[in-house]
């Protein structure tokens, strides 16, 4: 049995500059701004990224896992990297303050801790949903009474259903491939 090498704190930080620079397929924020990078941990050569998805049925969530392996396996001296999903629910009080700036600039919104959602243009509180339908199934539709905007909102745990998942459901299921922790394709 060999030994266990001891985390890699430098190159665990170099892997979180690397997924600082991955963005979400369908947002124009990184994956670390919208509060999905739950930890990184580097041993050896190996380099394992704890995610949480931001909605469950969100279909890109396998382009967020292929584009994590591909841009922390570019770094030197990682030559694996494992990318597990975890449970517990995203939700928009995640988001950093720069991940909501650049929310706002595409019009979007994200709940703040209470489930409070305020319009990304003119700051306003004085909103309704309009639609549990956005452009896409992460989203929904909202709109400023004040500035008389439209605008979307993305869907947190609050708003998929609750916190608690369909009971019995052990984990996060991986959006597509091997399970989480299975060995990777050579
Ligand atoms: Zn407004």
Do not use: N, Q
């Amino acid at each position: 049995m060999s030994a266990v090498p001891p985390p890699d704190r430098a190159r665990e930080r170099e892997v979180m500059r690397a997924l600082a620079a991955v963005e979400d397929p369908e947002l124009p924020v990184s994956i670390v701004d919208l509060g999905m990078v739950r930890a990184v941990t580097v041993r050896g050569s190996r380099a394992v990224v704890e995610l949480v998805p931001t909605f469950l049925a969100c279909p890109a969530l396998w382009m967020v896992e292929s584009e994590v392996r591909r841009s922390v396996t570019a770094l030197p001296g990682v030559a694996e990297c494992e990318v597990a999903w975890r449970a517990g629910g995203w939700s928009g009080a995640d988001v950093t303050e720069a991940g909501r700036r650049a929310l706002a600039g595409a019009g979007l919104a994200a709940p703040a801790a209470g489930g409070e959602v305020a319009c990304p243009f003119c700051g306003s509180p004085d909103v309704r949903p309009a639609s549990p339908f956005g452009s896409a199934v992460c989203r929904s539709a909202a709109y400023c009474d004040r500035c008389r905007t439209p605008f979307e909102v993305l869907k947190d745990k609050r708003s998929t259903g609750g916190a608690a998942p369909v009971s019995g459901a052990p984990d996060v299921p991986a959006p597509v491939g091997p399970p989480a922790g299975g060995h990777p394709a050579p």
